[in-house]
């Protein structure tokens, strides 16, 4: 039995692509990554990747053995200096699909891929000035293939992370985001807990507000490159303070996730 998980609804019209990138193609689990107690990542081996830019998606279609065909959209965390392709799945529990990526889905196991797909969304090394990455819950998976491409590149310009999380526990990538901040005097993480938050919790409590992105943002003056990826109500109400405090609606851009089957 093979069903995909998450998917997104992508609110911008995708870059075009060539035919072979929308060719489907097999790909192997090589590793499964714990990242918390209910998100995944999935290290794939796919031998006719043609490569990628941070902030691209792929398509997966998973086919079970009656035939049945579910294809969703998945953001891609790896960098393009990565040779396996990392997709991060979080479980929605009463999901069609999703259950079975987390849960069941084994090292050896195959699934079809296509893509990349999307040019809208994308940062890379030859974008100058500040980068403003503010994500929501599972809404940090392109925004890292953003940082790990960063991270391999000789001089980085100034980033903050801005991100958004149930509780400490949900917090994806939480190891590898601090060791990245040990390492890199230019890069900020502000991580916001909304509902659970430790007793010596010295970091920003609740919802991400008005006063929050004030607090820690680059000045509009500097022209900071903006991505917002998220819950559709986190994105929206991002989007909406950003340009309340000021920033160039061109320089934001968005990727929402909405309802799907899981």
Not at 96 to 114: A, C, I
Not at 165 to 175: A, C, G, T, W
Not at 242 to 251: F, R
Request: glycine share 8%; hydrophobic share 35%.
């Amino acid at each position: 039995m093979v069903i995909p998980g998450n998917s997104r609804d992508m609110t911008v019209t995708d870059a075009p692509s060539s035919s072979k990138r929308l060719e489907w193609q097999l790909a192997e689990v090589r590793d499964v990554v714990i990242e918390t107690y209910r998100v995944k990542s999935l290290l794939l081996l796919a031998s006719g990747w043609q490569g990628h830019l941070p902030g691209q998606h792929i398509d997966v279609r998973l086919t079970a053995e009656n035939g049945y065909q579910a294809q969703r959209s998945y953001s891609i965390a790896s960098p393009p200096e990565d040779d396996l392709l990392s997709l991060t799945v979080e479980r929605v529990d009463d999901g069609e699909v999703s259950p079975y990526l987390v849960d069941e889905l084994r090292v050896g196991d195959r699934l079809e891929l296509r893509g990349p797909i999307g040019g809208y969304f994308v940062w890379t090394a030859e974008k100058s000035g500040p980068l403003w990455l503010i994500a929501g819950g599972s809404g940090i998976t392109p925004l890292m293939a953003m940082l790990r491409h960063r991270d391999r590149l000789p001089s980085r310009a100034p980033a903050l992370l801005m991100y958004s999380s149930r509780s400490l526990e949900d917090i994806i990538y939480r190891d590898e985001l601090d060791a990245m901040v040990g390492r890199d005097a230019n890069l900020r993480v502000v991580p916001a807990l909304t509902r659970q938050q430790p007793k010596a919790w010295t970091g920003h409590r609740g919802r991400i507000d008005r006063a929050t992105l004030a607090a820690h943002c680059f000045p509009p003056a500097q022209s900071p490159a903006i991505y917002v990826c998220g819950p559709t109500t986190f994105v929206e109400s991002i989007s909406g303070l950003l340009v309340e405090l000021d920033y160039d609606p061109s320089s934001i851009k968005t990727e929402r996730f909405g309802p799907s089957g899981g």
